[in-house]
């Protein structure tokens, strides 16, 4: 009589939830905008543009908004905004940009409800679609807005560059 004995062993992979390493690109852009004067930073197709608009008497109001350049393309941005108010969502260092939240392409949102708040994050998303498929990159903007609304600074910003994965605000690498 023989016995045969066989032995099967499973190893359970490293990277459980099949997520693939982020590749977090982080920018400084230290660019400050003063009423009546815009500027710009690069984004999928369009640029996001910053503006201040108004006068003293009537006071200043600040806003984002997505440039209208005629080109062929194959995507565009995406904000993330409160589901309420769809105004952009101000959000504190180390919160999840993901897919969970509401977003818009809205050409122009205010940012009043950053007035005088201080060093805070706007939420952004990326998306592409190549071949019909969507595909999404998350990332955030750091901003600060004067108490008059007469300046904000663009102070940085990262994009995960790895499709789908999230990062959190404030994260470089």
């Known amino acids: 009589m ?36 815009s500027d710009s930073i690069s984004g999928a197709c369009t640029d996001l543009v910053f503006n201040i608009t108004g006068n003293l008497t009537d006071g200043f109001q600040a806003y984002i ?3 209208s350049i005629p080109i ?3 995507g565009g941005n995406q904000l993330l905004v409160d ?12 919160t999840k ?4 939240g509401s977003w818009t392409n809205n050409t122009k949102l205010y940012l009043d409800q950053f007035t005088g708040q201080g060093e805070k994050y706007i939420g952004y998303r990326i998306l592409s679609f190549p071949g019909g498929n ?3 990159y998350y990332g955030w903007i750091k901003i600060e807005l004067s108490a008059n609304n007469e300046s904000l600074t663009i102070l940085n910003r990262a994009t995960n560059l790895t499709e789908f994965n999230s990062l959190s605000t404030g994260q470089m690498k």
């Open 2 to 37: 023989v016995f045969l004995s066989v032995f099967a062993a499973c190893r359970k992979s490293d990277n459980t939830n099949n997520t693939k390493p982020d590749n977090i690109r982080f920018e400084q852009v230290n660019k400050t905008i003063i009423a009546l004067r």
């Open 65 to 67: 908004s997505l440039n």
């Open 72 to 74: 062929l393309c194959d």
């Open 83 to 94: 589901e309420k108010t769809n105004q952009i969502k101000v959000l504190p260092e180390n």
């Open 97 to 100: 940009v993901s897919e969970n």
């Open 134 to 136: 969507n595909i999404y």
